[in-house]
């Protein structure tokens, strides 16, 4: 794998791909809980959307916590 697509491939396995967008620093992998009403999840995010992401649920400010791989 040295060719430099930049987007996955559409019909690769979802943790290839995955791999493929967080090794690129386009996303990283991530944790998220909802200490209000205990939604749980894990996710890919942009860097940028981590701060300030809410709760799906009831809208309140989730705990992000970011999955380090390597
Ligand atoms: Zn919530």
Known sequence: MDHHARTPPPD???AAVADALTRSGAFVECVFHCPECA???TGL????????RLCAACGDPV???VLERD
């Open 39 to 41: 939604v749980a999840g």
């Open 12 to 14: 690769g396995d979802p």
């Open 45 to 52: 995010v942009r860097p940028a959307a981590l701060v300030g």
């Open 63 to 65: 705990v992000v916590s």
